[in-house]
């Protein structure tokens, strides 16, 4: 019963699933430590005050996490069938070439 090839295999994509999460937050954690220095930019670039530049980086903030939230409250009720299975890739092929013909 102790024999590693018995392990099942979702124990290691529950590993890998970790991981992955782990390096996508120290990523953002990087990414959300450039805000500090950004607010300096932004009152220079659009003449605001620290307030408002502080309300904007705090409402993309909060339209982020509220995005999060909607997906993670509505997204099983909006994927369907139809825009998942394979029988639909030539139609979504076509549509993402006709737009970016122009």
């Known amino acids: 019963m102790g024999d590693l090839a018995e392990r099942p295999v979702a124990s290691s994509l529950n590993r890998a699933a970790t ?3 782990l390096l996508l937050f120290v ?3 990087a990414f959300l430590a450039l805000y500090g220095p950004a ?3 932004l009152r220079e670039t659009f003449r605001v005050g620290a ?3 502080a309300l904007v980086l705090s409402t993309h903030f ?7 939230a909607g997906w993670a ?4 009720r909006l994927r369907t069938r139809a825009w998942t299975s394979v029988d639909r890739v030539p139609v979504l092929v076509v ?3 006709r737009t970016s013909a122009g």
């Open 73 to 76: 409250l509505f997204g099983q």
């Open 62 to 68: 909060a339209g982020a996490v509220a995005g999060i």
């Open 95 to 97: 549509a993402a070439a």
């Open 51 to 53: 307030g408002a530049s």
């Open 27 to 29: 990523a953002l954690g």
């Open 39 to 41: 607010i300096p930019v």
């Open 19 to 21: 991981l992955g999460s």
